[in-house]
């Protein structure tokens, strides 16, 4: 294993994030995917449950003093015995039917309520001291249920900085030079030539390799966003933003888009594949405009994504200009909403943010 620092966080992390995705991959094919609705009743499925479970026992396996921060809580499952036997069901065969990554993730999980331990674990609080895993297994579920984009999300904080990051996109392309399309938030599923993995340590870039399975795919490659520098530049840009409404003001990207010159339709899709997308150069500018004054950014939502856009070249802050702050707790309470764009134009971008939202 290389001496590099977090070489072995990364190995973990890359792993833990495939495997997880083999399972959602299972269960979108299967079919079976066992809604039910959390209290913000956003859709919730057994591979959110069960990609989760695998990740944390891996990290326990590996790093058992570790802090967890992740979006999925056990208590749905201890009173559905039907549902908790569903995911158990997938965990247990998507960890035998991937040995090769057995001896570095841990043995399988030895049983359900296991399982609903090691869910459960993923309860910190987060905070500005030591070491704190943020984890979304299944970044994206309603464009994991329609067949659209997901990622699965994993990051090493490190007193409240990101120092490692890995997205696991099973349905973008692994052509790092694949333009981004106006269905790719749709029907995107992951036949041959998709599923990637973006990665990205502190300090030391960012790279994109294919999904795959068991070992890691030794095609890894370095990504960088793409070099915007001017007016021109920028009038051809491409900007992503979410597909649901209620998730970030599309009217006002809108507006900043037509203020930068940018003439072509922003691309609409969901989760973290938007910083993958752009961090490689297939998109340009991230755009979250929060539609609400009181809402807060989940830190899982965004600390890998920012770290490799970071590493790729990119600039990520708040609509203010500020870096986002994973040092407050579970909630990105010090900042308000996110914008990512190449460095040589991220303030470019930011003056159009604030003027159109009146900052």
């Known amino acids: 294993m290389s001496s590099s620092p977090y070489a072995k966080e990364l190995l973990v992390a890359q792993l833990a994030v495939q495997r997880a995705a083999l399972l ?17 009743a956003s859709p919730v499925t057994i591979g959110d449950f069960g990609a989760q479970a695998l990740i ?44 090769s990554a057995e001896a570095l993730l841990g043995g399988a999980i030895p049983s359900a309520d296991a399982m609903l331990d090691f869910i459960a674990e993923g309860n910190s609080a987060g905070g500005s001291r030591g070491r704190i895993w943020a984890i979304d297994p299944i970044d994206g579920t309603k464009g994991f249920l329609r067949g659209g984009q997901y990622a699965v999300c994993l990051a090493l904080m490190v007193d409240g900085d990101v120092k490692v990051g890995v997205l696991g ?68 840009a491409s900007v992503c933003e ?29 989760s973290q594949a938007k910083y993958g997308s752009i ?11 929060r539609t609400s004054k009181t809402y807060q950014e989940k830190i899982w939502d965004h600390a890998a994504g920012d770290l490799i856009v970071r590493e790729a070249g990119g600039q990520v802050t708040d609509t203010t200009g500020s870096r986002l702050d994973f040092s407050v707790g579970r909630t990105l309470a010090n ?15 930011i003056r159009a943010v604030q003027e159109v939202l009146g900052l």
């Open 24 to 40: 959602t991959k299972r269960v979108f094919h299967e079919k079976t995917k066992g809604t039910v609705s959390k209290d913000d």
């Open 56 to 99: 944390i026992s891996a990290l326990r396996a590996n790093f058992p003093s570790d802090e967890i921060v992740a979006e999925e809580e056990s208590s749905t499952l201890r009173t559905n015995p039907t549902l908790r036997d569903q995911i158990w069901a997938l965990v247990r065969v998507t960890a035998l039917s991937d040995p």
């Open 169 to 236: 996109c099973p349905n973008l392309p692994i052509d790092d030079a694949a333009p981004l399309t106006a269905d790719i938030g749709a029907n995107q599923t992951d036949d041959e030539g998709r599923g990637v993995i973006f990665s990205a340590v502190i300090d030391q870039g960012a790279t994109s390799r294919p999904l795959g399975a068991g070992a890691l795919s030794d095609q890894s490659k370095p990504i960088s966003m793409k070099p915007l520098a001017s007016t021109e530049d920028l009038a051809a």
């Open 242 to 270: 979410s597909v649901e409404a209620a998730h970030s003001d599309q009217s006002s990207a809108g507006q900043i888009a037509r203020k930068l010159g940018i003439t072509r339709p922003s691309v609409r899709m969901d």
């Open 279 to 289: 961090a490689r150069g297939a998109g340009d500018i991230y755009l979250r405009l």
């Open 335 to 349: 900042n308000q909403g996110v914008i990512a764009a190449p460095k040589a134009v991220h303030g470019q971008v």
